[in-house]
């Protein structure tokens, strides 16, 4: 009985240890994806990026790392959602103010909600129908809903990839998310229309 509950004791130390390191590794991944990297990811070599919110003082950075032409951002004030996304009309105008000042960068204001609107897609396509907007950084508050959903949605358009193909490459580790089957984000990338098809 003693052999067998310092066995299970050495177990339960062996599962500790490998769930602390894993969760120290991720809070570490987290931490410089949303804070450091601001969820900054390439959608398409040299093309596309999404991101989240980039401060002000760190655009020029990335326009140059990146040699982004254009940005779009997603965010507008006034979304009812303002503790997950404090959309404030202040931030979107030092972002204006900041893209202002870097030559040859264009800014796309396309507010919109989590799930698009025909307005808003047509907006988007506008901006990115135009070949020399290209590279184009895609971007909402955190980088992880509306920022996805249009990349989803260039991937489904410009680059032929199935609607699910696109849909489940909105998240890459975590497989439960708000675009799932049955959540209103994965059920309108499914049923997603491609415009050659209509």
Same mark, same amino acid.
């Given at each position: 009985?003693?052999?067998?509950?310092?066995?299970?004791?050495?177990?339960?130390?062996?599962?500790?240890?490998?769930?602390?390191?894993?969760?120290?590794?991720?809070?570490?991944?987290?931490?410089?994806?949303?804070?450091?990297?601001?969820?900054?990811?390439?959608?398409?070599? $040299?093309?596309?990026?999404?991101?989240?919110? !980039? =401060?002000?003082?760190?655009? @020029?950075?990335?326009? /140059?790392?990146? +040699? &982004? #032409?254009?940005?779009?951002?997603?965010?507008?004030?006034?979304? $009812?959602?303002?503790?997950?996304?404090?959309? !404030? =009309?202040?931030?979107?105008? @030092?972002?204006?103010? /900041?893209?202002? +000042? &870097? #030559?040859?960068?264009?800014?796309?204001?396309?507010?919109?909600?989590?799930?698009?609107?025909?307005?808003?897609?047509?907006?988007?396509?506008?901006?990115?129908?135009?070949? /020399?907007?290209?590279?184009?950084?895609?971007?909402?508050?955190?980088?992880?809903?509306?920022?996805?959903?249009?990349?989803?949605?260039?991937?489904?358009?410009?680059?032929?990839?199935?609607?699910?193909? /696109?849909?489940?490459?909105?998240?890459?580790?975590?497989?439960?998310?708000?675009?799932?089957?049955?959540?209103?984000?994965?059920?309108?990338?499914?049923?997603?229309?491609?415009?050659?098809?209509?």
């Amino acid at each position: 009985m003693t052999n067998m509950f310092q066995k299970n004791k050495k177990i339960f130390r062996i599962l500790l240890l490998v769930i602390t390191i894993a969760a120290i590794v991720w809070g570490k991944s987290y931490i410089y994806d949303y804070k450091m990297n601001h969820n900054f990811e390439t959608i398409t070599e $040299g093309k596309v990026f999404k991101s989240g919110v !980039i =401060p002000p003082d760190e655009i @020029a950075d990335y326009v /140059a790392k990146y +040699k &982004i #032409k254009s940005i779009i951002d997603l965010r507008y004030p006034g979304t $009812g959602d303002d503790v997950n996304n404090p959309e !404030i =009309p202040s931030e979107l105008k @030092a972002e204006k103010e /900041a893209v202002a +000042k &870097i #030559k040859g960068l264009n800014h796309f204001n396309i507010g919109s909600d989590q799930v698009p609107q025909q307005h808003n897609l047509d907006a988007f396509f506008k901006v990115m129908d135009n070949p /020399a907007n290209y590279p184009v950084l895609i971007h909402c508050f955190h980088g992880v809903g509306r920022a996805q959903m249009y990349s989803a949605i260039y991937r489904i358009e410009y680059e032929n990839w199935t609607n699910d193909e /696109a849909r489940l490459a909105t998240r890459t580790i975590v497989k439960f998310s708000s675009f799932d089957l049955g959540k209103p984000k994965g059920d309108y990338l499914h049923n997603y229309v491609k415009r050659s098809k209509k």
